[in-house]
């Protein structure tokens, strides 16, 4: 199917922003009304749009009428205490669909590994129009942690490590690449997810800031990524007999010595 796309994400499915020049004030996500919404690890989300602008998380196709992830309706009650976190969200001027505001516990690099995963952000999204991508900001200071990518869920040569300190901005196809976050700090992480659709707004968008298809990636120790790997494996196998166990047939994942 043919959409419209950002030629900028075509090499690598992701761009690297130049930081958020301004900071924002911690009360902004605080004090935020929060869901718990199961995601990659264990996390919490603020909605700040959702399909009719209460406070809810759900997918706007699982309504009636279905939509794809577009025309998000702001929830009033939580743009009010975080019209900054608004303005982030609005500044390319795209069609925003999903925005919230993830927590993140923090984590082990093998949880992130086994918690990859790819989003649904274009179901139902029309044939010709913008595709769906997704807006990040780090809004705490994470230096340590990292955003882990990969083209291939099962093959750690892959994958990209990009580090989340405050105001670190990124987009990325998150329909094309398996991701995740290793959260190394100790107290929880916050950032900024935002639907966004392709087209010239966002083009500019990414022009104007410094957009750039590839990150530095943090090397890590090859023998951590060889035991996330195996522990990787073990969880999906021990998932799937409980599964089976169940009823239902899952299909089996790559060998992993091939």
Request: proline share 6%.
């Amino acid at each position: 199917m043919e959409y419209v796309t950002s030629s900028a994400l075509d090499e690598t499915g992701y761009v690297v922003l130049d930081d958020a020049a301004d900071g924002l004030e911690p009360a902004e996500w605080q004090e935020l009304e929060y869901l718990r919404w199961r995601s990659s690890g264990i996390t919490r989300f603020a909605p700040l749009t959702s399909y009719r602008g209460d406070v809810d998380c759900n997918g706007f196709w699982n309504y009636t009428p279905p939509r794809t992830d577009k025309d998000g309706v702001w929830i009033p009650e939580q743009v009010a205490k975080a019209p900054g976190l608004v303005r982030r969200a609005q500044e390319p001027g795209a069609n925003v669909g999903r925005c919230r505001v993830i927590e993140l516990q923090p984590n082990e690099y093998a949880d992130a590994v086994y918690n990859l995963h790819q989003d649904d952000n274009n179901r139902l999204n029309p044939e010709g129009t913008g595709w769906v991508v997704r807006g990040y900001v780090n809004l705490t200071d994470d230096a340590d942690s990292l955003m882990i990518l990969r083209s291939d869920r099962f093959d750690p040569a892959t994958e990209v490590r990009l580090p989340l300190r405050a105001g670190t901005r990124m987009i990325i196809d998150t329909q094309r690449l398996w991701h995740a976050v290793w959260h190394r700090g100790e107290a929880p992480r916050h950032g900024l997810i935002a639907s966004w659709t392709s087209g010239p707004e966002l083009d500019a968008y990414i022009a104007a800031n410094g957009g750039r298809p590839r990150g530095e990636s943090v090397t890590i120790d090859g023998a951590l990524v060889e035991e996330a790997q195996i522990e990787m494996h073990r969880r999906i196998e021990e998932r799937r007999r409980a599964f089976e166990a169940q009823g239902i047939t899952m299909e089996p994942t790559p060998s992993l010595y091939e």
